[in-house]
């Protein structure tokens, strides 16, 4: 049974650019949540999505968007780049408000040069 | 002042060696999660608890909610233990709240 699944694992982009990430959830899961994660530092959460829709959203700027898929699936997009933007990503899933628990992913590695 | 707060920090210990993390929040909360970090970033779910007290192999959680305080244990340990564990907590605010996570705690298990 595949757990959450990230890609890429690692990326260089430029200052300015922008930046797609992935993830595919745990089989059975609806729900995926969005971490950032800075070195050295816990994780941020950023938003969630369920049913295609973001439901909740933490302390992030307008440039970091997202989107749902049908098939649960879940992109985070991250506009006009900013060097404080290299940090981890990580996707969490879970059955939808998490009572169950999370499974989370191996996350991407995010350098802004 | 953070939301969840861990102690220590950084802990080294050798082998065998019985370990305590601490976690404090200052949220209520209707869970608290245990989590485990390796080098490559990948996080795995040690343990999520609402109350009282749970096991798994050598690793043990409890949590005090009128204290708002929660420790894991880990008996006999060993050098594949080393790792970052996290404490983290959903707040009982309603909603769909993500997690709130703790700084972690860089545990070494030397041989």
């Known amino acids: 049974d595949a757990g959450v699944t990230q890609s890429p694992t690692h990326l260089i982009k430029t200052r300015g650019q922008q930046v797609t990430l992935r993830c595919s959830p745990k089989?059975?899961?609806?729900?995926v949540s969005w971490y950032q994660q800075a070195l050295g530092q816990g994780p941020q959460f950023i938003f969630q999505y369920y049913e295609e829709e973001e439901r909740q959203r933490g302390n992030f700027p307008d440039r970091f968007s997202g989107h749902q898929f049908p098939n649960y699936s879940s992109e985070l997009n991250v506009n006009a780049l900013l060097l404080g933007d290299s940090a981890l990503y990580l996707c969490?899933?879970?059955?939808?408000w998490g009572i169950g628990g999370y499974t989370f992913g191996s996350g991407t590695r995010l350098t802004v040069v | 002042k953070n939301e969840v707060e861990q102690s220590p920090q950084n802990l080294t210990a050798q082998e065998g060696e019985f370990i305590t993390i601490n976690c404090s929040y200052s949220?209520?909360?209707?869970?608290l999660h245990w989590l485990q970090q390796h080098p490559g970033g990948g996080i795995v779910s040690l343990f999520m608890l609402s109350s009282g007290k749970k096991k798994h192999g050598r690793l043990i959680a409890t949590i005090n909610i009128q204290e708002k305080h929660s420790s894991l244990h880990i008996t006999a340990s060993h050098p594949r233990d080393s790792a970052v564990y996290i404490c983290a907590v959903r707040s009982s605010g309603g909603g769909a709240d993500g997690l709130t996570f703790g700084k972690g705690t860089h545990l070494i298990i030397q041989p």
């Open positions: 949220v209520g909360i209707s869970a």
């Open positions: 089989s059975g899961h609806d729900t």
């Open positions: 969490a899933s879970s059955l939808g």
